[in-house]
């Protein structure tokens, strides 16, 4: 399934989500080469999280066999910067565009819940747990950890808490057949979370790369459990404004 559009009103235009949308643009174009080797891989190495050298589990500056092609040596910024680094840097063209798509279907309204600069500082503090809780799950993993879906983890933590029956139109494909639907957020999301935690649970010894679950896990838990704290009340009461003169129903 794959979400295309939600009822949800705008109560403010998404300046935040926009400038993190295009500072992780420009990190794939100027940093990343737009995917191209060898600059792709070295900024994986030098700039990724590396959970065994940020606890000293690995000797900073080994060797790491990222591919066969492309042996690399971390060592680009500080490594105690790594997990925000980490945060603006992608893996692929898909990889980066899947989760630009997230961020601006999601935190335009989060955004719009919470102010400008409370979205962003609530943005990097679940991405930095996401980092922590995948830090967690393979603590001394010698693999670079790079991608922001830990932190639009938590925007979509914080979506199902302030918006679980707003409607969700996905698009649906059921083999051969494609179809479209439309559900409240708490099914999308909480399928999407459970898919994450099934995911994660058989890797939790294990060192590997691919996808990482458990930063997804932690971070949708960090933005439920942080959207509380950072919620506007006035924003949250433009919005049942908003939805009552557009004749919606307020979810």
């Given at each position: 399934m794959f979400?295309?559009?939600?009822d949800n009103p705008r109560v403010l235009p998404p300046v935040t989500t926009g400038a993190i949308i295009a500072l992780n643009v420009v990190a794939w174009v100027l940093i990343q080469s737009v995917g191209?080797?060898?600059a792709l891989s070295r900024s994986i190495c030098q700039l990724g999280l590396i959970p065994g050298e940020l606890l000293g589990?690995?000797?900073e500056g080994t060797a790491i066999p990222l591919s066969p092609q492309m042996p690399c040596t971390p060592g680009g910024v500080p490594t105690w910067l790594t997990p925000l680094t980490s945060m603006f840097l992608h893996g692929s063209w898909f990889h980066l565009i899947g989760n630009m798509w997230f961020l601006w279907l999601f935190g335009d309204n989060i955004e719009g819940a919470m102010g400008h600069g409370r979205f962003g500082l609530f943005y990097l503090?679940?991405?930095l747990a996401a980092?922590?809780?995948q830090i967690w799950a393979g603590p001394s993993s010698p693999l670079p950890m790079v991608g922001a879906s830990g932190a639009i983890s938590g925007v979509m933590g914080a979506y199902i808490v302030l918006f679980p029956r707003v409607k969700?139109?996905?698009i649906v494909f059921l083999g051969f057949l494609v179809t479209r639907a439309a559900v409240p957020a708490y099914l999308m999301l909480g399928y999407?979370?459970?898919l994450q935690l099934l995911g994660g649970l058989p890797g939790l010894a294990v060192q590997g790369g691919g996808v990482a679950f458990w930063a997804h896990v932690g971070g949708f838990l960090a933005g439920a459990l942080l959207v509380t704290a950072?919620?506007?009340p006035r924003l949250m009461d433009q919005r049942h404004k908003l939805m009552e003169l557009a004749g919606w129903q307020n979810p």
């Open positions: 979400p295309y559009r939600d191209v080797e060898p589990r690995v000797p503090l679940a991405g980092a922590a809780a969700v139109h996905m999407w979370f459970l950072f919620k506007s």
